[in-house]
């Protein structure tokens, strides 16, 4: 199995890529690689691939469609899992990568639907769907829709997940992971329920108004710091 | 500010765009004979009468009309709408989250929807929000 990741800038450091190998190693039962696409790869360990951003700019720089790349990984490469850098795997995610899927990524099920979601859709204010961790294997219609339809979603929205709800998850193209498998630290608690938690904090960044905590996984508790830095 | 209701008396056949709840403008419009619909991708609009629950930006719909009359501007890719028809284009700069087009002046409006003749223009007194009124060039 390839596994995928991003990381750019300074927001995470490199020990974000190296203990997401580390959970890998202890969490997928099978053969796999992970490779690291950035424009800074000092401090990774040596078992991580690392490839240029820039091969995943394919539209160029843009402050829009937040992490487009990963669509664009989908081009270069026929299947595999993309991965983001601020997760945690706690459990067995090999059936979770090995799933036939052509594209499958988390329903936001930690919210209520209709009064994060739903009330909101009209404003072009609402995201119910999360690309943290995504299974892919070749998913040729969304690589045609985001060709086809470039200059329309750029200037439209300012996230990939955005953009992914707004056009695939309303027309029902898009396949999710079961309830219970993936789980958000900033909403369900310190306890780790599940197979992998992440730790989403984009979205306070990308909107006005969102008032909420919201820890990154560096910030985390005692615990889950211990487990995070276990896979060193 | 521009009365839909006058203005809408002098067409047939009227689109509403971007429209939100114009329920009970849809069914005055309708019941004095005009032809009129709204499209609008919000599900809440789903079976609704006189809606067409449809992203007009990105899927295939019918833009045929005499008047379209899009809303909500500041919330949707400037669409190439029909030669020759006309259009109230309404549109503000209250930067609420899921605006990608703010709009600042009604030369803004006319530019990004390409509107050749004008009718009509203007904004509220805390000027944010705009109108045109106008046809959409023949090109």
């Known amino acids: 199995m390839n596994f995928f990741t991003l990381k750019w800038g300074s927001k995470y450091g490199p020990e974000y890529v190296n203990r997401l190998y580390g959970g890998l190693k202890k969490h997928y039962h099978k053969p796999f690689t992970l490779t690291c696409y950035t424009n800074n790869y000092k401090g990774l360990r040596e078992e991580v691939e690392v490839k240029d951003i820039k091969d995943l700019r394919k539209f160029g720089p843009t402050d829009r469609v937040f992490t487009y790349e990963k669509l664009i990984l989908m081009e270069k490469h026929e299947s595999g899992v993309w991965l983001d850098l601020d997760i945690l795997i706690h459990n067995d995610i090999t059936n979770m990568a090995d799933d036939p899927s052509d594209y499958k990524m988390i329903w936001n099920y930690w919210n209520p639907y209709w009064m994060k979601s739903l009330r909101w859709f009209g404003k072009g204010a609402s995201c119910h769907v999360n690309s943290s961790f995504v299974k892919f294997d070749n998913p040729e219609w969304l690589i045609k829709f985001t060709n086809d339809n470039w200059e329309k979603i750029e200037w439209t929205y300012k996230s990939l997940d955005k953009y992914l709800f707004y056009q695939h998850a309303r027309n029902d193209r898009l396949q999710y992971w079961d309830e219970g498998l993936i789980e958000n630290y900033n909403v369900s608690g310190k306890t780790l329920p599940g197979k992998v938690t992440i730790f989403n904090t984009s979205h306070k960044y990308n909107n006005k108004g969102i008032e909420d905590v919201l820890y990154e996984l560096h910030e985390a508790d005692s615990r889950v710091i211990k487990m995070w830095k276990s896979y060193d | ?139």
């Open chain 2, 1 to 139: 500010m521009i009365s839909l209701e006058q203005v809408c008396m002098k067409y047939d056949r009227i689109i509403i765009l971007a429209s939100n709840d114009v329920r009970e403008f849809l069914r005055t419009l309708n019941n004095i004979g005009i032809d009129a619909i709204a499209i609008d991708y919000d599900p809440k609009f789903e079976n609704t009468m006189s809606y067409v629950n449809k992203d007009f930006v990105f899927d295939d719909v019918d833009l045929t009309a005499d008047l379209i009359i899009h809303k909500n501007v500041e919330k949707t890719y400037p669409v190439e709408l029909p030669e020759g028809t006309d259009v109230i284009l309404i549109g503000d700069n209250d930067q609420h989250n899921g605006d990608c087009t703010p709009i600042k002046s009604c030369e803004q409006l006319i530019s990004l929807y390409d509107v050749g003749e004008i009718y009509d223009q203007g904004c509220d007194e805390e000027e944010t929000h705009w109108y045109v009124y106008g046809k959409i060039r023949c090109r």
